[in-house]
């Protein structure tokens, strides 16, 4: 399989193309009168998502949200 393909032959294969991406993971570029307009890719869960998963409901108490937090902490401002 090609890695790009364009809108008039993906149209009438288009299930046949997303099987082929999930199996083999890799990218397809459609294109429109040659020039690339859209990137397939396969699903992958982002593993920033978990870190704020478990960051969720850990604020227990915000008094001020507008003022600086840790500024004792950063040398440049002493």
């Not at 982002?46 to 040398?75: C, F, H, M, Q």
Request: glycine residues 4%; aromatic residues 6%; hydrophobic residues 30%.
């Amino acid at each position: 399989m090609s890695n790009i393909i364009s809108k008039s032959k993906l149209k009438p294969c288009l299930l046949e193309y997303f099987r082929k991406v999930e199996k083999t993971g890799k990218e397809l570029i459609i294109t429109d009168h040659g020039k690339p307009v859209l990137k397939i890719v396969p699903y992958s869960q982002d593993p920033s998502d978990d870190a704020l998963k478990l960051l969720r409901n850990s604020v227990i108490r915000y008094d001020d949200p507008t003022e600086p937090v840790g500024i004792e902490d950063w040398e440049s401002l002493k």
